[in-house]
């Protein structure tokens, strides 16, 4: 899964993408003009992030690039499968918990997984939902918060009423608008 982000510039979208591209467009929106309400958003959260614009152009990307998904394998040492992007966490469960996965045909890792997995479809599209409307809240709540309907608006998308929360963002300015709907559309997994 490929990271995006957006940068914007008070109201105005200045860039969308993978991290260094939009980092390395808001520094240089930044060097051509006084500095404003510059904010980078994660796409997947809708949440602003903080990042060092310090250094030359090559330091920036090399310092945001994403790791390589090889080194990660790599360089990941112990148990699991790293290469199939299994991560190791703690689990703490009680003692009837442990006794019912040491039960379970392929030990607990296989059995949690596959409860996980069918918690999430039974989930559905209530998951996906709740994921759309906390991206686009948040993004709404930095971008928007005193903007005219921006009350009515949160209702309207906690609502599921697409309608009426296009209605009331229909006076703010474009870019922003476009994002919080786009924010707030359900994506496949």
């Known amino acids: 899964m490929t990271l995006s982000f957006t940068a914007f510039d008070g109201p105005r979208r200045l860039a969308s993408g993978p991290l260094p591209a939009v980092a390395l467009a808001v520094r240089r929106a930044l060097a051509q003009s006084a500095p404003g309400a510059m904010l980078i958003f994660n796409d997947d959260t809708g949440r602003s992030i903080d990042v060092d614009l310090r250094g030359s152009d090559e330091e920036l990307t090399a310092r945001l690039a994403p790791a390589s998904t090889d080194a990660a394998a790599e360089t990941a040492k112990g148990r699991g ?16 918990h442990w006794d019912w996965l040491a039960t379970q045909p392929g030990g607990a890792s296989v059995a949690l997984r596959k409860l996980v997995e069918e918690a999430r479809r039974a989930q559905g599209d209530k998951g996906r939902i709740r994921q759309a409307q906390e991206r686009a809240y948040h993004f709404m709540s930095a971008t928007a918060g005193d903007l005219p309907g921006f009350e009515e608006a949160i209702r309207a998308l906690y609502a599921g009423d697409r309608e009426r929360l296009a209605e009331q963002m229909a006076p703010w300015p474009q870019d922003l608008r476009e994002h919080a709907l786009a924010l707030a559309a359900e994506r496949a997994e």
């Open 81 to 96: 499968r790293p290469k199939l992007g299994v991560v190791a966490r703690e689990v703490t469960l009680l003692p009837r």
